[in-house]
């Protein structure tokens, strides 16, 4: 459905206004352009929004309820606007890029505090989206790379694989596994687990990895973001398995190799194929990625 972003105004300038005839003299329209504009919102959705007397305008049922959307989606597309407009006055003063959320928070502040000492005229701009929105940002210029998980990507852009991550058990530090070097997919059969479903279709890469194990193992609960499945287990719920990158810096926790199988996911940078980095886009990205081939050296060694 095409949004009629012309007709929203109209309303809004109708309600506002108290009348046509005002409200016309505001957007600098006859009164009868506005009332068409009206009318077309209204058979766009299919529905009354306004009652029109020849003494004054209300609102119906559905207007009242449509109103306070119609204000809202107005302020937001301005604040976009705004920003875009500060964006491009200050284009040439920022870096920016994209990642995951999670690897953001873990990884990359010590990469920004070092390229900040280094180049103090200049500001970072982190995108910590969804795998599939850092590709759009990519895409469409907003962000110079990505650092992502290994997909399949439009025709304009490249990857490049940047590391393996393994995915690790995650569990309390006085848990009985936590003074193993490792556990197997076996030994986890009796433990309540948890599942971290979305938004990076990390569950879907370990079933596929594990098989038929996946029927056997007793997944009691699920959540959708990483931060709440670690509280889960710091309050004793169960165990989980994250990316290795995911696991916080907290005493604790404990991130145990799993093997047989072993389950690792790719990790990438993600560059537009007609964009070639600046210096210092360039220092940018060379030092996330040595932050992350750092912390993944740390953990396996």
């Known amino acids: 459905m095409q949004i009629d972003f012309l007709g ?6 109708v309600i506002e206004c108290g009348s046509f005839q005002l409200a016309a003299a505001q957007l600098h329209l006859s009164q009868a352009a506005v009332s068409h504009r009206l009318r077309k919102l209204e058979e766009s959705l299919s529905v009354r929004l306004v009652a029109r007397t020849t003494r004054e305008v209300m609102l ?27 964006h491009g006055d200050s284009a040439d003063r920022w870096i920016a890029f994209a990642c995951l959320p999670t690897m953001a928070a873990a990884q990359l502040v010590p990469a920004i505090g070092r390229f900040a000492a280094l180049r103090p005229e200049l500001s970072v701009r982190v995108y910590d989206n969804s795998i599939h929105e850092i590709a759009e940002l990519v895409a469409s210029r907003a962000a110079a790379f990505g650092i992502t998980v290994a997909q399949s990507l439009r025709g304009e852009l490249l ?74 287990v710091r309050d004793g719920l169960g165990l989980t398995v994250a990316p290795r990158l995911h696991l916080p810096a907290d005493d604790s926790l404990v991130g145990l190799p799993i093997v047989e199988p072993t389950v690792h996911r790719s990790l990438s940078m993600v560059v537009r194929r007609d964009h070639l980095l600046s210096p210092a886009e360039l220092q940018v990205q060379q030092l996330v990625v040595a932050c992350i081939l750092e912390r993944l050296e740390v953990a396996t060694g």
Request: glycine share 2%; charged share 30%; with cysteine.
């Open 60 to 86: 119906t049922d559905a207007g009242r309820a449509f109103l306070p959307r119609a204000r809202g989606a107005v302020k937001e597309l301005a604040l976009s606007c705004e920003a875009v407009r500060h």
């Open 8 to 13: 929203i105004q109209a309303f809004l300038a």
């Open 159 to 232: 990857q490049e694989k940047i590391a393996d991550e393994p995915f690790v058990l995650v569990c309390r530090r006085d848990h009985a596994f936590a003074r193993q070097a490792q556990v197997r997919w076996q030994d986890l059969k009796a433990e309540p687990l948890i599942r971290i479903s979305l938004p990076f279709d990390n569950s879907i890469t370990v079933d596929d990895a594990i098989g038929p194990m996946r029927d056997q193992l007793r997944w009691r609960f699920e959540t959708q973001r990483h931060a709440l499945a670690f509280q889960m």
